[in-house]
C-alpha cells in the first residue's frame, strides 16, 4: 500500500498479487538447490580419492540441500552394532543411535527400501520401539533414510532427519537416493583401487620370486 494525495484528497495505491503459486516456486528453487549440491559432491567425488573425506561431507550437504535438522552416515559393524560414520546439523558420531531410529534404519538394512516417515513417532511400523521410547528420546518427527549398496550388499544407511512433521516431500527422498548413489560409487571405487593396488603388488612380489627361482 502506498499513500498517495492529489488536489487534497487521500488516495491508497494498492498493488495486489496472488501468492497461490508461491509453494510450487518455493519447492522448484529447492529442486534446483538439490541439484546444485548433487553436481558439488560430484566434484568433490573427482577430485578426492579418500572415501573418508568425502564421506564426511555427505551429511553436511544433505542438511544444506534438505532444510534438516540433523543428517547421519550410519555403517554396519561385523559384530551388528550401528556406528555413526558421519554426521551433521547438532550431532556427533559419538552420539547414541536411539532405539527409534535404530529400528527404522534396521528395517531399511533388512528391506532394502528407501523409508520417508512423515512422523516417525506415530508410524505403525515402528510402534513397538516408540513405546519403548524414554522421555530423553531425541525429538524426531519427519524421517528419511536410504540404504547404501556395495554390489548389492546393504553397507549401511544416509538418514535425515527433522523435528517437525512432514517436513521432508517425495523429491527429498529422491535426491537423498541421489546422494546415497553417489557417496556409494566413491566407496566402491576406493575399494576397487584398492584391490587393483594389492593385485598389482601381489603380481610384482610373483614375478620377482619367479626371476629368482629362474637365476637360482
Known sequence: LSPLRSGGAQYVVAAIRSIADFPRVKEALRRAEQTEQLARLGRIAAEVHDPMALLEQVPAIAVEALGAGAARVLLLEPHGELRVAAAAGGVDVADPVSPLMAAAVRHVMASGHSLRARDLRTDPRFAAAAVGAGKDEPAIASFLAV???????????LSASAQQADRFKAHDLQFLQSLSGTLAGA?????????LQHSQRLESVGQLTGGIAHDF
Open 187 to 195: 566407496l566402491q571405487r576406493a575399494a576397487s583401487d584398492a584391490a
Open 147 to 157: 540404504p547404501l549398496f556395495d554390489r548389492g550388499r546393504t553397507l549401511g544407511v
